[in-house]
């Protein structure tokens, strides 16, 4: 039961409510996470499950009040982990709930549960989310050789081919058939490097992960030069695909890996888009010189 002696003013009020439906919703989700794994990562998950729970109940004697989750946020993060994995997917609720506990410093001189809520949130649910095992991001070394080395070679390459042949398809066609042996490439040059290494990672599986990562991204950069006709149009829409490319993965290691977003978005932008220039200089004077256009 709520303190008689306690008086809780409506801005309070409303600030705890919006916290006990977080904790909620967050026992809802890592319950289902939970569901879906077997062995040490689900005990961590029904762990991290039950404290969220228990944080809620702990909001509920000062609201007094049931509070349902939002089942608009369980279904997307539900959709998040599908897509990134339960590493990400924890960081980033981690991360949301940074704000909440900014809250919670307010409460303490008040609320004395929320010292110990706050301790949990900071130093017990991260230290569990540190224990997650996902195969995955051992491979995120070999992801990044994938996406960048594509990213850098192809928005070059297409770049340099648009103002050298002036002619959609063929540049589309021309990205296509370098991308693909450019992946093979990659792919076999990863494996023999981590073979050689000897890490304690699998090669082969290093390799699909750049292979893989190497033709998602050649795809993404050429599909426009085969739907658009003008080929400069096309070019606009695959630069701007890689910098989503780029927006994408980078905030995925930002998260998983808990770094400043800013400097590698920026980096890698600069990298691509730096060589990409140099292409399209090349690819002009090449079509000038040459007489290709048509």
Do not use: C
Request: proline letters at 2%; zero cysteines.
């Amino acid at each position: 039961m709520r303190d008689a002696d306690f008086k809780l003013d409506d801005a309070m009020l409303q600030a705890i409510l919006k916290t006990q439906r977080t904790e909620t919703t967050e026992h809802v989700i890592y319950g289902k996470l939970a569901k879906r794994h077997k062995g040490k990562n689900a005990e961590i998950l029904e762990r991290i499950s039950q404290d969220e729970a228990r944080h809620a109940s702990i909001w509920k004697k000062y609201t007094q009040r049931e509070v349902k989750p939002s089942r608009l946020l369980v279904v997307i993060y539900t959709l998040i982990y599908m897509l990134f994995g339960i590493t990400f997917t924890l960081k980033l609720m981690e991360t949301n709930e940074d704000k909440a506990q900014r809250k919670y410093r307010h409460w303490l001189t008040s609320l004395p549960e929320a010292q110990k809520v706050l301790e949990e949130e900071e130093e017990h649910e991260q230290a569990l989310i540190d224990l997650i095992d996902e195969e995955r991001l051992k491979y995120t070394s070999s992801i990044v050789l994938g996406l960048n080395d594509a990213l850098v070679e192809l928005t070059g390459t297409l770049a340099g081919l648009t103002f050298a042949l002036a002619n959609s398809r063929l540049v589309g066609l021309a990205g296509l058939i370098t991308g693909i042996a450019a992946s093979l490439s990659m792919a076999a040059s990863e494996y023999l490097s981590q073979k050689s290494e000897g890490s304690d990672t699998q090669p082969l599986k290093a390799s699909m992960y750049t292979g893989i990562a190497y033709v998602i991204t050649v795809a993404m950069l050429i599909f426009p030069f085969f739907f658009v006709h003008s080929p400069y149009i096309a070019l606009i829409w695959s630069m701007s695909n890689a910098l989503l490319i780029i927006a994408i993965f980078t905030f995925f290691v930002s998260i998983v890996r808990s770094t400043n977003f800013k400097p590698m978005f920026s980096e890698m932008v600069t990298v691509s888009f730096g060589v990409a220039t140099i292409s399209f200089i090349i690819g002009s004077l090449a079509n000038k010189l040459l007489g290709m256009s048509s």
